[in-house]
């Protein structure tokens, strides 16, 4: 009977043992996973401790980074600024100044009609002017002839007064050549 209970005994002891074993291994196993989580959580925390510092240099090189930025965009933008003010202050000068230019060409283009109208009126008169001297150049000429043919008809009617011949014409204000009256008129003694 001693026999069965020392076996009983030592079954009980290796199953304890077994169990004990068993229960080592899982409490290693759990030590284990738990040191693996600890590792994997402390890693964790390490990246998230990381990434935490790395957001906040990156907040921070972005919050420098657009300081920056804006003060030198507020700098390029003050001097596109003062640059674009410039040029529209230019731009408006010669803006005006152009405005102006374009008021006197239109003056200028309103004279040059009025010149024009006033160079055609001149041409009208000019050419009315040369036809009326041509047309007194005419009668001139013609004056001339005839008081030339006056002339030499009043030399010959001296040259015949001084002879003694006296003209007299048929018709008092007769308009004829005095070839014709003296063919009519009589020596007198």
Not at 17 to 33: G, K, S, Y
Not at 60 to 81: C, N
Not at 174 to 187: E, L
Request: charged share 35%.
């Amino acid at each position: 009977m001693w026999w069965w209970c020392d076996r009983q005994h030592k079954r009980h002891t290796q199953a304890d043992q077994a169990r004990a074993a068993a229960r080592r291994v899982e409490l290693d196993a759990r030590e284990e996973e738990v040191a693996a989580a600890a590792t994997a959580a402390s890693r964790a925390l390490e990246r998230q401790r990381m990434m935490e510092e790395h957001a906040a240099l990156f907040v921070e090189d972005v919050r420098s980074t657009a300081l920056a930025v804006a003060s030198s965009k507020t700098d390029l933008f003050g001097h596109h600024k003062r640059l674009l003010v410039s040029k529209m202050t230019e731009y408006d000068k010669r803006l005006a100044f152009l405005d102006k230019l374009r008021h006197a060409a239109m003056r200028e283009r309103e004279d040059l009609k009025a010149l024009e109208e006033n160079r055609k009126i001149k041409l009208r008169e000019l050419r009315e002017l040369q036809l009326r001297l041509m047309r007194q150049r005419i009668d001139a000429d013609m004056e001339v002839a005839r008081l030339s043919a006056s002339w030499s008809t009043w030399k010959k009617l001296v040259a015949d007064i001084e002879r003694g011949v006296v003209v007299v014409h048929s018709v008092e204000g007769c308009r004829c050549s005095a070839y014709q009256c003296r063919q009519m008129s009589s020596p007198v003694a």
